[in-house]
C-alpha cells in the first residue's frame, strides 16, 4: 500500500516536472526541472530495489550530463525572446500526428501486455552473486556480455568521432 | 539527528581554527576578542551572519537565487549518511552502531550526491546575473568537473581492493588485509588528496574565489544567512572529503596496527576516537596546505588536472587490476 501511493507520487512528479521542463520560458529553469525530473527517476529505481542502478542515474544524468546542459545553455546566450515561427499551424499538424502515433502504439502495447501472462522473470537464485551491484555486473558479463560490448564501442566512436569533429588538425 | 547538528559545530569551529591556524602561520593571534582565546567567535559569527540584512539584486533570478545554497547545502550534509564513525558500539545496554546506514552502493551514493553539489554552484553564478560570479562559477564547475574524474577514478581502485562499495566493508577489509590503503594504494591517496583539494576549491586550487581577479568568487552578490549557506557547504565538504579520506585510505575506526597484539591496549580508546583523530589530521594539513602554497593560475590547474592527474590515475588503475588478477 506505502509502495504504491510512494510511486503514485513519484509518477505524478515525473510526469509533472517532464510538462514543466517544456512549458516553461526560461531555458535554466526548463534545464532545472529536468535536473528534478532524473532524480525523481532515481527515487522510482530506489522503489524497485534497484539501488546501483539509481545511483549511476543521479551520477550519470544529473550529476553529469545536464551540468553540460546548463553550460551550453549559459554559454550561448538564450536572453533573447524566441523568433515567431514561420507557418505555426503545419507544425501542430505534425505534432498532432506524432502524438496521436505513439498514443496508438502505447495502446497497442497495453491492450497486448494485459492479453499476454506476464513473461517468466529469470529466478535470482541462479546467480552466485548476492548484492545489487554484484547481481547487475554479473549479468553484465554473463548474459549481456554481447550488447555490454557493442554500447561500448558506440560510445568510443561517439568519442573518436567528437575529437575528430573539434580539432580539424590532428 | 545527533551528526547533523555535530556536523554544523565542526563546521564552525572549522572556520575558527583556521582563522587561528593561518594566523599562526603568519606570525599573528587571529581571533582574540570573544571568549578566552576567541572560542567563543563561532558564535558570534553565526548571530552576526543571522541578523544581517538578505538582500536580493534586482536582476537575479529570485527562485534561483534562493534556492542554490540550500542544493549546495543539503548534498554536503546528506552525504554522511553513509560515513561510517565506527562499529557497533554498546551504550546504555542497546547495540547501537555508530554509522546511520550501510547501503550496498555507498562509496557510489557520495560520488553521485557530491556530483548533484556542483548545481550549487553554478546557478549561484547565474542566478546573480553579474559578470564576476558567472565567471567564477563556470570556473568552479570546469574545475569540479575535470578533478571529479581523477577523484572517481581512484576510487574504483580502492573498490578494486575491498571488492565492495560499501563503506563499512571497505574498512573490515583494511582490517583483514593488515594495512591501510594509504600503503597499498599511495598513487590513489595522493591523487586523491589533490582532487579534493580541488573539489571543495580549496587553496591553492581557490580560482573561483580569486579576489584579485573576481572580487569575491560566486557568492559575490550575496549576503547574511545565504552567504553563510555557501561557506558552511564549502566546510562541510572539506570535512566529508576528509571522513571519506579516512574511510578509504586511513583504515577508518580501525586503530593504528588493527592486528598487532602487543597494542591492544589502545582498544580502550573508543574507536570513533581514531576516526575523528585521522579526520582532523587531513583538515589540519587542509589548512596547511592554504596557508602555505600560493594559488595555481588557470591553464596550470587544468593541465595538472586533465593531463597529470587523469592519466596518472588511469595508469594506477591498470597496475592495481594486473597485481590483483596475478595475486590471485
Do not use: C, K
Given at each position: 500500500m506505502a509502495q504504491a501511493i510512494a510511486f503514485y507520487f513519484i509518477a505524478a512528479c515525473i510526469l509533472g516536472f517532464a510538462v514543466l521542463v517544456i512549458s516553461t520560458k526560461d531555458t535554466v529553469h526548463s534545464v532545472l526541472f529536468l535536473v528534478l525530473d532524473f532524480l525523481f527517476v532515481a527515487a522510482l529505481y530506489v522503489l524497485l530495489g534497484a539501488q546501483f542502478v539509481a545511483a549511476i542515474q543521479v551520477l550519470v544524468y544529473a550529476g553529469g550530463i545536464v551540468v553540460l546542459y546548463l553550460f551550453v545553455v549559459m554559454l550561448v546566450n538564450l536572453k533573447r525572446p524566441p523568433e515567431a515561427h514561420q507557418d505555426p499551424r503545419r507544425r501542430t499538424m505534425l505534432g498532432f500526428l506524432l502524438a496521436a502515433a505513439v498514443l496508438v502504439e502505447l495502446g497497442a502495447i497495453a491492450v497486448y501486455g494485459y492479453g499476454q501472462p506476464a513473461p517468466i522473470v529469470a529466478p535470482a537464485a541462479a546467480m552466485p552473486v548476492t548484492g545489487n551491484t554484484e547481481q547487475v555486473g554479473w549479468l553484465l558479463y554473463t548474459s549481456y556480455l554481447i550488447p555490454f560490448e557493442i554500447a561500448s564501442m558506440l560510445l568510443l566512436v561517439a568519442m573518436i568521432g567528437a575529437i575528430v569533429l573539434a580539432k580539424r588538425e590532428l | 539527528m545527533i551528526v547533523l547538528n555535530a556536523t554544523l559545530v565542526a563546521v564552525t569551529y572549522m572556520v575558527l581554527l583556521e582563522r587561528k591556524v593561518i594566523a599562526w602561520a603568519q606570525s599573528r593571534l587571529g581571533p582574540m576578542r570573544v571568549g578566552p582565546y576567541g572560542i567563543l567567535q563561532p558564535v558570534a559569527d553565526a548571530v552576526k551572519l543571522m541578523i544581517k540584512e538578505d538582500i536580493t539584486p534586482v536582476r537575479a533570478d529570485p527562485w534561483v537565487f534562493t534556492a542554490a545554497p540550500i542544493i549546495s547545502m543539503v548534498p554536503a550534509l546528506i552525504v554522511y549518511a553513509v560515513i561510517p564513525f565506527g562499529p557497533e558500539v554498546r551504550l546504555f545496554g542497546r547495540q547501537v552502531t555508530l554509522y546511520i546506514t550501510d547501503i550496498n552502493v555507498g562509496l557510489l551514493y557520495i560520488v553521485s550526491v557530491a556530483s548533484v553539489g556542483v548545481y550549487g554552484i553554478i546557478l549561484a553564478g547565474y542566478a546573480s546575473n553579474s559578470k564576476y560570479p558567472l565567471l567564477a562559477s563556470l570556473r568552479a564547475s570546469a574545475q569540479l568537473i575535470s578533478y571529479e574524474v581523477a577523484v572517481t577514478l581512484t576510487l574504483v581502485s580502492v573498490i578494486m581492493m575491498a571488492g565492495s562499495l560499501s563503506m563499512v566493508s571497505i574498512v573490515r577489509a583494511q582490517q583483514s588485509t593488515h594495512l591501510w590503503y594509504a600503503f597499498v594504494q599511495?598513487?590513489?591517496?595522493?591523487?586523491?588528496?589533490?582532487?579534493?583539494?580541488?573539489?571543495?576549491?580549496?587553496?591553492?586550487?581557490?580560482?573561483?574565489?580569486?579576489?584579485?581577479?573576481?572580487?569575491?568568487?560566486?557568492?559575490?552578490?550575496?549576503?547574511?544567512?545565504?552567504?553563510?549557506?555557501?561557506?558552511?557547504?564549502?566546510?562541510?565538504?572539506?570535512?566529508?572529503?576528509?571522513?571519506?579520506?579516512?574511510?578509504?585510505?586511513?583504515?577508518?575506526?580501525?586503530?593504528?596496527?588493527?592486528n598487532v597484539a602487543f597494542l591492544g591496549f589502545l582498544d580502550v580508546v573508543p574507536a570513533w576516537t581514531w576516526f575523528l583523530i585521522k579526520s582532523f589530521v587531513f583538515l589540519y594539513i587542509f589548512i596547511w596546505v592554504r596557508a602555505t602554497l600560493p594559488r595555481y593560475r588557470y591553464d596550470q590547474l587544468m593541465r595538472l588536472g586533465w593531463k597529470v592527474l587523469i592519466p596518472l590515475a588511469i595508469a594506477n588503475l591498470v597496475v592495481t587490476g594486473i597485481v590483483k588478477v596475478l595475486m590471485v
Open positions: - | 599511495p598513487v590513489a591517496f595522493l591523487i586523491f588528496f589533490i582532487g579534493g583539494l580541488a573539489e571543495t576549491n580549496r587553496a591553492p586550487f581557490d580560482l573561483p574565489e580569486a579576489e584579485q581577479e573576481l572580487t569575491g568568487g560566486f557568492h559575490t552578490e550575496y549576503s547574511g544567512m545565504r552567504f553563510a549557506l555557501f561557506f558552511l557547504a564549502e566546510y562541510a565538504n572539506m570535512i566529508v572529503v576528509s571522513s571519506v579520506a579516512t574511510t578509504l585510505f586511513l583504515g577508518g575506526w580501525l586503530r593504528p596496527f588493527p
